[in-house]
């Protein structure tokens, strides 16, 4: 056995180990970065639904043309599924002997069961705890555009009490109108944000946006 097919060997051997210990919501990705498409050849899970033969992402790749064989690793970093779910992810970067790299290995968590009983506890311990009403929400200090939008959208979220992917059809859209309420959809590529973390189509958002808009009068094309 050669060093690569060596390494490759413990990397599935470790991947094995590791979703094992953490579960159904465990996923582990090995990929040949030596190879011409830079493939998906070893997984365990089914985080992300993927199967062998499946392309690295589109982040690894950006990675690896900026920084080649001083690519570093990433750790605990958020990426999202096509409907929504969110997931802790981390990507380390392996290298040969002569420290070439050749292999990628990732870890994709999926955490939004995690999210939601960390809201249902929230809201459990606030429940009869008596305060002053206040006529104005905190103000979160933002440093960007896409700051201010997790601000809202994790504000709406909040509100709602549970994870995008757990949301029905129904809290989606109250989620859109909660959205719509604060301005949100003011702030140009909200709506391709917005849509990508419920893990619908902007198609969809503008949909909801549509209903919404009826009720009060106000046009669609007011979406930026």
Do not use: W
Request: net charge negative.
């Amino acid at each position: 056995m050669d060093e690569k097919e060596q390494i490759f060997a413990t990397l599935k051997q470790l991947a094995d180990l590791v979703t094992r210990m953490f579960g159904d919501n465990c996923e582990i990705a090995v990929h040949d970065l030596t190879s011409k498409n830079k493939g998906l050849i070893y997984l365990t899970g089914n985080v992300t639904n993927r199967e062998p033969g499946s392309p690295v992402t589109d982040a690894v790749v950006k990675h690896l043309v900026q920084d080649g064989n001083k690519v570093m690793d990433r750790h605990c970093f958020m990426t999202l599924t096509d409907d929504g779910r969110e997931l802790k992810s981390s990507t380390s970067y392996i290298r040969d002997t002569a420290g070439e790299v050749i292999a990628a290995f990732c870890i994709n968590f999926n955490t939004t069961d995690h999210h939601n009983a960390i809201q249902l506890l929230e809201s459990f311990l606030n429940r009869g705890v008596i305060s002053e009403p206040s006529m104005d929400e905190p103000e979160k200090i933002s440093f960007s555009i896409n700051n201010t939008m997790d601000s809202f959208f994790e504000q709406a979220v909040e509100e709602i009490g549970k994870r995008p992917a757990s949301m029905t059809t129904d809290e989606k859209v109250r989620l859109v109108k909660i959205l719509e309420i604060r301005g949100a959809f003011q702030i140009r590529g909200v709506v391709n944000q917005v849509a990508l973390r419920l893990g619908v189509s902007n198609f969809t958002i503008y949909n909801y946006l549509k209903k919404i808009r009826a009720t009060k009068g106000t046009a669609i094309k007011d979406v930026i």
